[in-house]
T-cell receptor, first 114, second 112 residues
Framework: AQSVTQPDIHITVSEGASLELRCNYSYGATPYLFWYVQSPGQGLQLLLKYFSGDTLVQGIKGFEAEFKRSQSSFNLRKPSVHWSDAAEYFCAVGYMEYGNKLVFGAGTILRVKS | DGGITQSPKYLFRKEGQNVTLSCEQNLNHDAMYWYRQDPGQGLRLIYYSQIVNDFQKGDIAEGYSVSREKKESFPLTVTSAQKNPTAFYLC???????????FGDGTRLSIL
């Protein structure tokens, strides 16, 4: 069965420090991968997506993610975190054979300390 | 601007009462979804619809019902059979092909 694991429930980083949020998916077929961000009481906003091609994808707000098939991972990175990045981040995976349904990870809450 | 509108933002349910959450989109998307969000559990799929007058159960459909009479609208009813309805409910839409889903701002449902 498809599943997505985000191993870190909470992460705290200092403002200006680099960030990496981890995401692993379980199913072996070619995945479509997404990262979303959610501010408290709001919906989810798409940060970036991977469908095929270059395994390093750039997104909005200075985020990037790298698809590593050998590790079944799609980690999200940002070189320098801003206080406004504090939010909850969700990784999601989809597969062509399952239509347009997505499976979401449990989320990682990012705290930024000044 | 195109987007997804969920209403109301806050909703309170009394014991034994059914309540309906509204979701409207003007993105011309074929597929629509309802998710339930609880702290630490991510998003769990309740129902989804890929075409008008057709919908499928997701992972946690018990105690919920939906309809899809128009492409733009996908209301969710939380019935009295749902014994733990307190949660944040998110509606989303997407084109038919695999791709990103677009989300509304959610409805928070609480029990009186």
């Amino acid at each position: 069965a498809q599943s997505v694991t985000q191993p870190d429930i909470h992460i705290t980083v200092s403002e200006g420090a680099s960030l990496e949020l981890r995401c692993n998916y379980s199913y072996g077929a070619t995945p479509y991968l997404f990262w979303y961000v959610q501010s408290p009481g709001q919906g989810l906003q798409l940060l970036l997506k991977y469908f095929s091609g270059d395994t390093l994808v750039q997104g909005i707000k200075g985020f990037e993610a790298e698809f590593k098939r050998s590790q079944s991972s799609f980690n999200l990175r940002k070189p320098s975190v801003h206080w406004s990045d504090a939010a909850e981040y969700f990784c999601a995976v989809g597969y062509m054979e399952y239509g347009n349904k997505l499976v979401f990870g449990a989320g990682t809450i990012l705290r930024v300390k000044s | 601007d195109g987007g997804i509108t969920q209403s109301p933002k806050y909703l309170f349910r009394k014991e034994g009462q059914n309540v309906t959450l509204s979701c409207e989109q003007n993105l011309n998307h074929d597929a629509m979804y309802w998710y339930r969000q609880d702290p630490g559990q991510g998003l769990r799929l309740i129902y989804y619809s890929q075409i008008v007058n057709d919908f499928q159960k997701g992972d946690i459909a018990e105690g919920y019902s939906v309809s899809r009479e128009k492409k733009e609208s996908f209301p969710l009813t939380v019935t009295s059979a749902q014994k733990n309805p307190t949660a944040f409910y998110l509606c989303a839409s997407s084109p038919m092909v695999v791709g990103p889903q677009h989300f509304g701002d959610g409805t928070r449902l609480s029990i009186l």
